[in-house]
C-alpha cells in the first residue's frame, strides 16, 4: 500500500505561482509513472503531468506546457509540479497518483493505470 499527500495548492491572482508537492509513504518503483491530474468544478479529471524513470521521461499536457514543470526528489519519495502563470482555467483539485504502470506517451494520462490516489489539493485563481 501507498498513501500520497499533497501540499501546497492555495489561492493566487492570475500570473502567480504554485509548487505542489506529493509525498509517498514508500519508494515508488522507478519504471512506474507518479501522476498530477486535475478535477475542476463540472469538469472531469484530466491527467496534467507524470514522470517516471528518476525523471528521465516526464509527461505534460498541452495546455501546461511552458508553464508547468514535473520533478522528482526519489531520495524524499516526493514529486513536485511547479506552476507558473496561473491562469484561471487552472482552478481545480489537483490529486497525486501513483504506481502506474505501463507507463508512456500514449497512456500516462490514463487514470486506470494508477494504483494509489491521494485526496488533493486545491488550487483557485483568480483572474
Known amino acids: 500500500q501507498v498513501q500520497l499527500v499533497e501540499s501546497g495548492g492555495g489561492s493566487v491572482q492570475a500570473g502567480g505561482f504554485l509548487n505542489l508537492s506529493c509525498v509517498s509513504s514508500r519508494p515508488i518503483s522507478p519504471s512506474a509513472c507518479v501522476a498530477w491530474f486535475r478535477q475542476g468544478p463540472g469538469k472531469e479529471r484530466r491527467g496534467v503531468a507524470a514522470?517516471?524513470?528518476?525523471?528521465?521521461?516526464?509527461y505534460l499536457t498541452i495546455s501546461v506546457k511552458n508553464r508547468f514543470t514535473i520533478s522528482q526528489d526519489s531520495a524524499r519519495n516526493t514529486v513536485n509540479l511547479q506552476m507558473n502563470s496561473l491562469q484561471p482555467d487552472d482552478s481545480a483539485m489537483y490529486v497525486c497518483?501513483?504506481?502506474?504502470?505501463?507507463?508512456?506517451?500514449?497512456?500516462?494520462?490514463?487514470?486506470?493505470?494508477?494504483?494509489?490516489w491521494g485526496q488533493g489539493t486545491q488550487v483557485t485563481v483568480s483572474s
Open positions: 497518483a501513483a504506481e502506474g504502470f505501463d507507463c508512456y506517451s500514449g497512456s500516462w494520462y490514463r487514470d486506470n493505470i494508477y494504483s494509489y
Open positions: 514522470i517516471s524513470h528518476g525523471g528521465r521521461y516526464t
